[in-house]
């Protein structure tokens, strides 16, 4: 089993639309959760954090459940902008282990 | 501000070659991570250093790769002798102290192996 695995879609969703990623991890010690974002041949780059309590960004809702041990995404209204690959990360003592990403496509 | 930067942005080699990637991290950043990207296995971590003392290279595939942080400014990831396996996007990354999970990354090297 892989330590962090990933839905990689593609998710394809109309504008305005929600959507949702989950991203399952395997070491229930892991401490950290963090969401990129990495658009097409570009490099990632931090989206948001992923607090026990959940976190809110505008319309960027992350979550962690750790009995269950996954985090999600929610994006709601979705933009065109919004198309792009969404990496989930776990992190522990000096580890940093990125999912494959989900690859969401907005369509208009 | 200037970002990460890395050099060379494209690489094109034969395979038993030298490469030699560079990474310029953000000034002030203690630390530094260096990632190879493929379709198949995703954004692997290579190794990391922190204030320039490597802290964990187990993400380093095999004797060929080594990396090196000689200055705070100023990072190497060689492959010596390459392998068409090798070929993928390399990114080095940097964060600030304190906050490694906040990683900024560079534009990545894409290395092709022929």
């Known amino acids: 089993r892989k330590e962090v695995e990933q839905d990689p879609g593609p998710f394809n969703v109309p504008e305005g639309a929600t959507v949702a990623f989950n991203c399952t991890y395997s070491n229930s010690a892991s401490q950290s959760f963090f969401w990129y974002r990495q658009d097409c041949r570009k490099e990632p780059k931090l989206l948001m954090s992923v607090y026990s309590s959940g976190n809110e960004d505008g319309r960027f809702t992350a979550q962690l459940n750790r009995a269950s041990q996954y985090i999600s995404l929610l994006i709601r209204d979705s933009k065109l902008s919004d198309s792009a690959t969404y990496l989930c990360v776990v992190t522990g003592t000096y580890k940093y282990i990125f999912g494959t990403g989900t690859r969401l496509k907005v369509l208009a | 501000d200037a970002g990460v930067i890395q050099s060379p942005r494209h690489e094109v080699t034969e395979m038993g070659q030298e490469v030699t990637l560079r990474c310029k991290p953000i000034?002030?950043?203690?630390?530094l991570f260096w990632y190879r990207q493929t379709m198949m296995r995703g954004l692997e971590l290579l190794i990391y250093?922190?204030?320039?003392?490597?802290?964990?290279d187990s993400g380093m595939p095999e004797d060929r790769f080594s990396a090196k942080m000689p200055n705070a400014s100023f990072s190497t990831l060689k492959i010596q002798p390459s392998e068409p396996r090798d070929s993928a996007v390399y990114f080095c990354?940097?964060?600030?102290?304190?906050?490694?999970?906040?990683?900024?990354f560079g534009p990545g090297t894409r290395l092709t192996v022929t």
């Open positions: 990354a940097s964060s600030p102290s304190g906050r490694a999970y906040e990683q900024y």
């Open positions: 250093f922190n204030n320039n003392v490597p802290i964990d």
């Open positions: 000034s002030g950043h203690n630390s």
